[in-house]
């Protein structure tokens, strides 16, 4: 016989003692596995597999483990927070409607400058109106069936649908809304509405459990139920200015790393123990997707005009009566005032507010409600968010003496 013959033949032998062997050592490891119950059943030492009735696993000589004692240990504030506010979040499809206006020069011709400038007259414009759909979230905080979210949500819809988890689905009117504040109420009609719980915002710990919930999408995936996302509160009382310029500003708001997710907007924002203490409403994002930067409107300020919503439909302009303007050191030297700061009030309207609490004409105002003021800028931010009916205290300089006055504000006359 060759040698090379030889050598297969001897590598054949000894590839089949190799797997002999292999098969002899698992079947041995797979018995002791199964007698010391590691897939979740023992041997009784016939083969069989030992029962226990309600027990999914157990070991030979111990006491039985119940595999559910592992999903107990599962279930955290966040599971809980999360099956309590769920069930009363909503996703709400709005129908919009957009007006399209369009140059009147075909094609490429509109990018071209000469066309523009010499023929554009000869060919007018053209606009159109469509529908399209947005999404957003809501949080049911009534079992009449109001239900709060954002205004920008909401805002100039045509139609409304709001779905709930239970796969039921409402037409929703909106009762009101105020793009200021960015609070909507939107009304259906159901019996047996799941209802949110309302917290505090104003008993808010730096570092607790903050859950975002949403639904957002619960038409377009055919999937009811919410998404949830977990952080803590990062932040509160941030004063943000609206889009970075003008007079509106959000207020107070809650910083969270949770994430708020688009479409998450106007869903509620809730504690370890499903209270809701804020409606998630925007986030810092340089790419349009959570960094971990995200802002809710508290709880309370929602609390302070729902009614007004429901009401008024509207949240109405509150009245002082005073016209303002930076004190500078020109307007303080041509008064003959000493440059302190703040205000100056320049004007204050006959039967307003103001004039009723007894401020005049060239009073300084340098604080409200305890804050100081500087500049006009300043001052509104101070004032900002108070309603019809509040009380507010401005600190007034008159003749080198400081008073304060408490104002009552009023709707703005119609």
Same mark, same amino acid.
């Given at each position: 016989?060759?040698?090379?013959?030889?050598?297969?033949? %001897?590598?054949?032998?000894?590839?089949?003692? =190799?797997?002999?062997?292999?098969?002899?050592?698992?079947?041995?490891?797979?018995?002791?596995?199964?007698?010391?119950?590691?897939?979740?059943?023992?041997?009784?030492?016939?083969?069989?597999?030992?029962?226990?009735?309600?027990?999914?696993?157990?070991?030979?000589?111990?006491?039985?483990? #119940?595999?559910?004692?592992?999903?107990?240990?599962? &279930?955290?504030?966040?599971?809980?927070?999360?099956?309590?506010?769920?069930?009363?979040?909503?996703?709400?499809?709005?129908?919009?409607?957009?007006?399209?206006?369009?140059?009147?020069?075909?094609?490429?011709?509109?990018?071209?400058?000469?066309?523009?400038?010499?023929?554009?007259?000869?060919?007018?414009?053209? *606009?159109?109106?469509?529908?399209?759909?947005?999404?957003? /979230?809501?949080?049911? %905080?009534? &079992?009449?069936?109001?239900?709060?979210?954002?205004?920008?949500?909401?805002?100039?819809?045509?139609?409304?649908?709001?779905?709930?988890?239970?796969?039921?689905?409402?037409?929703?009117?909106?009762?009101?809304?105020?793009?200021?504040?960015?609070?909507?109420?939107?009304?259906?009609?159901?019996?047996?509405?799941?209802?949110?719980?309302? $917290?505090?915002?104003?008993?808010?710990? %730096?570092?607790?459990?903050?859950?975002?919930?949403?639904?957002?999408?619960?038409?377009?995936?055919?999937?009811?139920?919410?998404?949830?996302?977990?952080?803590?509160?990062?932040?509160?009382?941030?004063?943000?200015?609206? =889009?970075?310029?003008?007079?509106?500003?959000?207020?107070?708001? %809650?910083?969270?790393?949770?994430?708020?997710?688009?479409?998450?907007?106007?869903?509620?924002?809730?504690? *370890?123990?499903?209270?809701?203490?804020?409606?998630?409403?925007?986030?810092?994002? /340089? *790419?349009?997707? *959570?960094? $971990?930067?995200?802002?809710?409107?508290?709880?309370?300020?929602?609390?302070?005009?729902?009614?007004?919503?429901?009401?008024?439909?509207?949240?109405?302009?509150?009245?002082?009566?005073?016209?303002?303007?930076?004190?500078? #050191?020109?307007?303080?030297?041509?008064?003959?005032?000493? &440059?302190? $700061? =703040?205000?100056?009030?320049?004007?204050?309207?006959?039967?307003?507010?103001?004039? &009723?609490?007894?401020?005049?004409?060239?009073?300084?105002?340098?604080?409200?409600?305890?804050?100081?003021?500087?500049?006009?800028?300043?001052?509104?931010?101070?004032?900002?968010?108070?309603?019809?009916?509040?009380?507010?205290?401005?600190?007034?300089?008159?003749?080198?003496?400081?008073?304060?006055?408490?104002?009552?504000?009023?709707?703005?006359?119609?």
């Amino acid at each position: 016989m060759p040698r090379i013959a030889r050598l297969a033949i %001897i590598a054949l032998i000894c590839a089949l003692i =190799g797997v002999s062997f292999g098969l002899y050592v698992t079947t041995r490891t797979l018995r002791a596995v199964q007698e010391a119950g590691v897939f979740g059943y023992a041997s009784d030492g016939s083969g069989r597999a030992a029962e226990s009735a309600g027990v999914e696993g157990t070991t030979r000589g111990s006491t039985p483990v #119940a595999y559910s004692e592992t999903g107990q240990s599962r &279930r955290n504030a966040i599971v809980s927070a999360a099956e309590r506010a769920g069930p009363a979040t909503v996703s709400i499809t709005v129908v919009k409607r957009q007006v399209v206006r369009r140059g009147g020069l075909p094609g490429a011709l509109q990018e071209d400058e000469f066309f523009e400038r010499f023929f554009r007259g000869y060919f007018p414009e053209r *606009s159109y109106e469509r529908q399209y759909e947005s999404y957003g /979230s809501g949080v049911i %905080i009534d &079992r009449d069936g109001y239900l709060l979210t954002n205004d920008h949500v909401v805002h100039n819809a045509a139609a409304v649908r709001v779905m709930l988890t239970d796969g039921r689905e409402f037409d929703g009117r909106v009762l009101g809304g105020d793009p200021l504040f960015d609070l909507a109420v939107v009304k259906i009609d159901g019996d047996d509405l799941p209802v949110a719980r309302l $917290g505090d915002s104003d008993d808010l710990m %730096i570092g607790e459990w903050a859950v975002a919930v949403g639904n957002p999408f619960g038409q377009l995936l055919n999937d009811r139920q919410p998404t949830v996302t977990a952080g803590v509160v990062s932040a509160v009382h941030r004063d943000i200015q609206a =889009g970075g310029q003008g007079e509106g500003v959000y207020k107070d708001m %809650i910083q969270t790393d949770a994430a708020i997710n688009p479409g998450n907007s106007g869903g509620p924002l809730v504690n *370890s123990r499903g209270e809701v203490i804020g409606i998630n409403t925007f986030i810092f994002s /340089s *790419s349009g997707g *959570s960094i $971990g930067i995200g802002f809710a409107i508290p709880v309370n300020i929602a609390k302070q005009i729902i009614n007004e919503l429901i009401e008024f439909g509207r949240i109405r302009d509150a009245w002082v009566g005073i016209q303002v303007q930076d004190l500078t #050191a020109a307007v303080a030297q041509g008064l003959g005032i000493e &440059r302190v $700061g =703040g205000v100056l009030a320049s004007f204050v309207e006959p039967e307003s507010p103001a004039a &009723r609490a007894g401020i005049r004409g060239g009073d300084v105002i340098v604080g409200v409600n305890g804050d100081p003021v500087g500049n006009v800028r300043r001052a509104r931010r101070a004032i900002f968010g108070a309603r019809v009916g509040d009380v507010v205290t401005l600190t007034i300089l008159r003749k080198g003496e400081r008073k304060d006055f408490d104002v009552k504000l009023e709707e703005v006359p119609r």
